[in-house]
């Protein structure tokens, strides 16, 4: 079973710009969340979508949302970078089912820099 | 706001002896509490998870301990090998497994 795949791996952008992560989860997989990692931080939560819906999203701003598709692939936007966006955007994927345990496999992550 | 809280950034230990991670959270509704390792340059990978209704799970080397009255979990490897040097993480979700939370991270050193 292939795992989670992350495109692009590395990322430059500058400030202003907007950017698109793709996130592909395992398959029969409908669950996938988003992660932002920086030093220090550890993992903070961005959103999760279930079938093309969003079902929970963290603290962030308005500019980072995200999507899924029928295929259960998800996409993540950051809109008006700033440099504080610097950061490891981790993908995960899970089934989604409730009521029990539901591990996570995590991509290899997408390493964005703002200039 | 820190649900899940990792209070030591690094731990160092000697090869062969015990490795204790800790970690406490402050949600009462958390069911179930997992472990990731973490290599540089890589995705977290799933360690071991333990249920609110155990005290105690047991894989191997890796052992997970929960007291839930105060709210705090443990992550034990006997022996520890240089290999399990990386940064662990701590995570916490609740009945409806879409709102998983993670702590910082500690980073485990083990020297041989």
């Known amino acids: 079973k292939a795992g989670v795949t992350q495109t692009p791996r590395y990322l430059i952008k500058t400030r202003g710009q907007q950017v698109t992560l793709s996130c592909s989860p395992i398959s029969g997989h409908r669950s996938v969340s988003w992660y932002q990692q920086t030093p220090g931080q550890g993992l903070q939560f961005l959103f999760e979508y279930f079938s093309e819906t969003q079902r929970n999203k963290g603290n962030f701003p308005g500019r980072f949302s995200g999507r899924q598709f029928s295929n259960s692939r998800s996409e993540m936007n950051v809109s008006t970078l700033e440099l504080g966006d610097s950061a490891l955007y981790l993908c995960?994927?899970?089934?989604?089912?409730?009521?029990?345990?539901?591990?996570?496999?995590f991509g290899p992550g997408t390493r964005l820099t703002v200039l | 706001d820190q649900q899940v809280k990792q209070n030591s950034p690094s731990l160092s230990v000697q090869e062969g002896r015990i490795s204790i991670l800790n970690c406490d959270y402050t949600?009462?509704?958390?069911?179930?509490f997992l472990w990731y390792k973490k290599y540089p340059a890589e995705g977290p990978t799933f360690l071991i998870s333990?249920?609110?209704?155990?005290d105690k799970n047991e894989d191997g080397r890796f052992t997970v301990f929960l007291n839930k009255s105060a709210k705090h979990l443990s992550l034990h490897i006997v022996p520890s090998q240089p290999g399990d040097s990386a940064v662990y993480f701590c995570?916490?979700?609740?009945?409806?497994?879409?709102?998983?939370?993670f702590g910082a991270g500690t980073r485990l050193t083990v020297k041989p």
């Open positions: 995960a994927s899970s089934s989604g089912n409730s009521g029990g345990s539901d591990t996570q496999y």
């Open positions: 995570a916490a979700h609740g009945y409806n497994n879409n709102d998983m939370r």
């Open positions: 333990i249920s609110s209704i155990k």
């Open positions: 949600n009462s509704m958390f069911d179930y």
